[in-house]
């Protein structure tokens, strides 16, 4: 049982970690101690050493990972009601209703996604609401197709053709019997999305378009890292390996969910 959900296991010690470790240590992940820096690791009071301004690398790691999962998290989220909501009512009302919806999902999907959260980032400035927003909003559309053929199913079964006949509204028919069976389909899709969110944070961070200064995320310690490495090669192994280790582990509890459910 515990080799089944060894990922899981690995990504709640990692949140915990990432939560509890900033109590308890002595510098913050922008304090600057202007008498350690570049300090080695096991230096002093800084276990991992300083980076290239005197900030300790632990508490930014830690701090780091925390932006990156909650900017994950509240993406995929954004994500995951875009998608049920469009999702639903393609695959309810069908028709031409249904054929022109999914044929704005197909168009979307022929646009660079990632141009399209760069040029909200460009156009109206860098925040991590906007970085919330904008890659919520072009990682809907697997989810929006998912739920639509889900929907699509489900509304020939008996006990929704019984709901109708009863004279029950279509909106109460989605509420109380269509989405409850959708929810572990949805869930699994939502798990196999966060560590695709937390790809494109990354990469967007580390291009200076992602979680900007005082903040800081996983992308942004690697770009740091990278810039680095020739002096301190533990400034880019360490969150480099970090970021390897999360996206390893959710996608791997994504698609045993998503196996489960099928």
Known sequence: MLTRHFPLFIILVIVGLALLLPLFLPWTYDQIDWNAVRAPAFSSSHILGTDELGRDRLARLASGTQVTLMVAMAA??????????WGATAGWVG????????????????????????????????SILLVFIGIGLVEWLTMARVVRGQVMSLKERPFILAAEAAGTPPLMIVIRHILPNIAGVALAYLMLTVPQVV????????????????????????????????????????PGGLLVVILVCLTIEGERLRDHFS
Request: hydrophobic fraction near 60%; charge should be negative.
């Open 199 to 238: 790809m494109v944070e990354s990469f967007l961070s580390f291009l200076g378009l992602g979680v900007q200064e005082p903040l800081t995320s996983l992308g942004i310690l690697v770009k740091e890292g990278a810039d680095d490495m020739d002096m301190a090669p533990l400034g880019l192994l360490l």
């Open 95 to 126: 028709g031409r209703v249904d054929e022109a919806m999914m044929r704005f999902v197909d168009g979307l999907y022929a646009l660079p996604f990632m141009f399209i959260v760069i040029l909200l980032m460009v156009v109206f400035g860098r």
């Open 76 to 85: 995929a989220l954004v994500s995951l009601l875009v998608g049920i909501a």
